[in-house]
């Protein structure tokens, strides 16, 4: 009688064990961060033509291919040298909050970019950029094409730790010179592959 109180007791305490391990695992929600713009490309190929100067064209073509060996959309970007869907180029706009810009992207009748002609510009301000190294202008120009594919900035105002910080968090100063943040996190491609 003793012996079978305690292996019942040990089947309780051992039940009980797995469930407390496995219950928090099952019941938990993946923490995505990531948003979206009104826009979507209506098809894969995405041309791309880097109109930046000799100091920021590297850093754009690593953006892109960061983007290009990440994601399992089927949508990608195709560096072009004439008429393109966004052109990247750099550009002082002064002392005004932000190093880099995305126009045109939030802009699309019916909800899509139709892959026809430049629709989208991606710049640089040189203004903050020219002291940049770089990775630095790749994390800029990377959280552009971001934009390009239609995620919008990951956060809501608090500042998170580096390890959640997201490529699509909206201060340069937190994502770029704390973190190092190159090219997209998981979250960020997770965003772009369940947008397409």
């Known amino acids: 009688m003793v012996g079978q109180r305690r292996r019942r007791l040990a089947s309780l305490f051992a039940a009980a064990a797995v469930t407390a391990v496995v219950v928090p695992v099952v019941g938990a929600s993946s923490a995505e961060a990531y948003t979206y713009t009104g826009c979507r490309w209506a ?6 033509r880097n109109t930046d100067s000799a100091n920021y064209s590297g850093a754009t073509d690593a953006a892109m291919n960061a983007w290009n060996g990440g994601t399992k959309s089927g949508v990608y970007f195709a560096k072009v040298g004439g008429a393109a869907n966004v052109v990247t180029d750099d550009y002082n706009l002064g002392n005004v909050g932000f190093d880099g ?7 699309c009748p019916g909800g899509y970019l139709d892959n026809n002609g430049t629709q989208v510009v991606s710049r640089y301000n040189t203004f903050y950029t020219g002291g940049y190294n770089v990775s630095q202008r790749t994390s800029v120009m990377a959280h552009e094409l971001g934009h390009v594919y239609g995620l919008n900035h990951s956060d809501d105002g608090a500042v998170p730790p580096c390890a959640q910080t997201k490529l699509m968090f909206r201060s340069s100063d937190h994502r770029t010179i704390e973190c190092a943040i190159y090219g997209p996190r998981t979250d960020d491609l997770n965003g772009v592959n369940a947008r397409y």
């Open 101 to 107: 810009g995305t126009y045109n992207a939030t802009s």
């Open 43 to 48: 098809s894969g190929r995405v041309t791309l």
